[in-house]
């Protein structure tokens, strides 16, 4: 049963830093990424990385230079470390799952976590 487990999530003041975990367990997975949807507004694909290639990556726009994403093989962990983080990063974070091998910038993802609330003060 593959299940993915998001953990890090919490409430941090304008420009601070938050580091979210996603354990995957069951089986492993080429691509994965983190999602936010904050209220009133659909989920929107944040950050992607893939297994191959040197581990690409893909960034929204919003967050690029502020945003890391990173994956341990090893512990089939997903991580994504928020910095300079706004208010407007207010948001419930999912990480999410390919079941095939997808290109980095897929938003067609099969697995999700239960979702862990950022919330950013001003």
């Known amino acids: 049963q593959v299940q993915l487990v998001e953990s890090g999530g919490g409430l941090v003041q304008a420009g601070g830093s938050l580091r979210l975990s996603c354990a995957a367990s069951?089986?492993?997975?080429?691509?994965m990424g983190w999602f936010r949807q904050a209220p009133g507004k659909e989920r929107a694909l944040v950050a992607a990385?893939?297994?191959?290639?040197?581990?690409?990556?893909y960034y929204a726009d919003s967050v690029k230079g502020r945003f890391t994403i990173s994956r341990d093989n090893a512990k089939n962990t997903v991580y994504l470390q928020m910095n300079s983080l706004k208010p407007e990063d207010t948001a419930v974070y999912y990480c999410?799952?390919?079941?095939?091998?997808?290109?980095?910038?897929?938003?067609?993802?099969?697995?999700w976590g239960q979702g862990t609330q950022v919330t950013v003060s001003s």
């Open positions: 069951g089986r492993t997975f080429h691509t």
């Open positions: 999410a799952a390919v079941r095939t091998i997808a290109p980095v910038t897929t938003t067609r993802y099969d697995y």
């Open positions: 990385i893939t297994n191959w290639s040197g581990g690409s990556t």
